[in-house]
């Protein structure tokens, strides 16, 4: 696939989470990226792994392609805010009602690239999966840096809306020379014998 070797997913860190209906309905209609045919949800337990199906029928069905890998969790839904009918029906405490409430499932794709999105093949394209995901959920960022055609580009998504994102060149700890990071502690002239 040519269009794999331009585009590269290099950082990602995820706090997304969605209530696991709405993720389903979300793929009934959602478009999928160039390569892409299908995306198969499979549930093991508290896992939920959204798997590509490869678009190219040369690729064998033992190749692993990328998959996004969420858990899944109860979440009790309130119908309204418990704390704020408690705050505002103190004085009536003796005909306090049950708060309607249901448990409701969520996934949640928490965690960086390794945990949220794995494999290379069409790694970039669930990637963009992800980013649709990001759009629908209430809840949560994505941020992350990748890699198109050469350029880096900046995704930064938070509680469904995109945001303005850039990308930052640090100098990071490997970029120093080693003993020259912190305080030389022997040659302070500040610190007297």
Sequence with gaps: MSTEDSRHVY?????????????????????????????????RNNTLILKAVAEDQSVSKYTPTAQLKASVTEVRVYEEDPEERRNSFRWDEEEEEEIESELVEFAAFKGDRETVLQNSLLQYQMFLVLCGIAEQAEKGTLTAISEHDGDLEATRIVDGEPRPADVEVVEGPRDRKSGQSGVNWRDNKFISD
């Design 11 to 43: 950082r990602l860190h995820s706090t997304l989470e969605l209530p696991l209906e709405e993720l389903r309905e979300h793929f009934d209609d959602a478009p999928l990226p160039e390569g892409v045919a299908d995306v198969e949800i499979t549930r």
